[in-house]
């Protein structure tokens, strides 16, 4: 099937990895990137715009997937968080008789996450994939044709075990890691866990000002985030990886929750529904309710770590099982849309 991917496609980002799996299952897939280096003036333009409600198309992302689709004429086109693609593009692009899918990773109910363009452009979408279960009927009342919720997913190809060095670890990990952007419940449980003598380390972005007032020869905090090769070596370099869960975004689960296992690494998440039914509890994931609870299994699986790696290896095994792969993410919503019938009957 011929696909036109438009999307952020920076290398590590999972909507390249999305790309990648559609290409891996044999359809012809032509990308359209929607990022841009932004000079300090566009910086200050995209504020501007986005205080008005208006994403910025500083790639001209517009006219770019205008042109894939005239020049391919794809059965259909597959937008990533489309912010910057305005309706009339879509109307074109209907126009030209491809079918329309939207994705997104975040919720789209948040403000921060919505644009002029996309709110506009929601009832032209033939189908709205969303890793928010609670979106579902969210994006039903904001005029959306068909919802489909998916789990998150993770890419065979980066997402796997692999051995690690003691340079490696000693550069990257620790007893108990933390791989993400700064929010304060996840600050104030790391902190509780350092004041009790667990030892933490921290990846990620926005962690500089929290940090300045919280020192302790327990607390490492790396105020970098850390991408493809890196990431995984990091996570398989702890013995204990955090899960924590985005209070903005209302999450049950997140890219984390099925990233951690598929390296086989242990996953130490916030208990939800969801996170139950990804991975058994105490089999091949573990999770709390509670800083106290965290504590005291943090210190079970230190002190055990034979059952930190069978639940870990456990985990890379459901991975495997129940194809929580973005090959399969991503046939799920191709069956869903109905573009892989849609290209039977062309043929």
Not at 28 to 35: P, R, S, W
Not at 53 to 75: H, I, K, V
Not at 148 to 166: D, G, R
Request: aromatic share 8%; with cysteine.
């Amino acid at each position: 099937m011929k696909i036109v991917y438009c999307g952020d496609l920076s290398l590590g980002g999972t909507c390249r990895m999305r790309l990648n799996a559609l290409a891996s299952l044999g359809h012809a897939v032509k990308g359209v990137d929607t990022t841009s280096n932004d000079s300090t003036s566009r910086r200050l333009v995209g504020r501007i715009l986005r205080r008005m409600g208006w994403e910025p198309d500083f790639a001209d992302s517009n006219r770019a997937l205008l042109r894939a689709t005239e020049d391919n004429r794809p059965e259909l086109v597959w937008i990533d968080k489309g912010l910057c693609i305005s309706p009339s593009t879509l109307k074109q692009i209907r126009a030209y008789g491809s079918r329309l899918l939207h994705y997104s990773p975040d919720c789209m109910t948040n403000h921060k996450n919505q644009s002029k363009q996309f709110l506009q452009g929601v009832p032209l979408y033939d189908l709205h994939v969303t890793t928010k279960s609670y979106n579902v009927a969210e994006r039903l009342a904001m005029g959306a044709k068909e919802v489909l919720f998916v789990n998150n997913a993770y890419c065979a190809s980066v997402h796997q075990p692999i051995i690690i060095s003691a340079d490696e670890r000693k550069k990257y990990g620790g007893i108990v890691g933390f791989i993400g952007a700064f929010e304060r419940q996840r600050a104030q449980t790391i902190w509780y866990l350092v004041r009790n003598g667990i030892s933490v380390r921290v990846w990620g972005s926005g962690w500089k000002t929290w940090h300045c007032w919280h020192r302790n020869p327990l607390l490492t905090v790396e105020h970098v985030s850390l991408w493809n090769n890196e990431y995984v070596k990091a996570i398989c370099s702890f013995d204990i990886n955090l899960g924590f869960l985005r209070k903005v975004n209302r999450d049950t689960q997140t890219t984390r929750s099925v990233e951690i296992p598929a390296c086989a690494a242990f996953l130490m998440a916030e208990r939800t529904n969801e996170h139950q039914q990804l991975f058994r509890e105490g089999c091949e994931a573990e999770y709390f309710d509670s800083n106290e609870e965290l504590l005291t299994k943090c210190r079970l699986y230190i002190a055990h770590p034979e059952r930190r790696l069978s639940i870990a290896a456990a985990g890379r095994a459901r991975c495997v099982s129940e194809d929580y792969s973005y090959a399969a993410h991503v046939d799920r919503a191709l069956m869903a849309v109905g573009a892989q019938k849609m290209n039977i009957q062309a043929q």
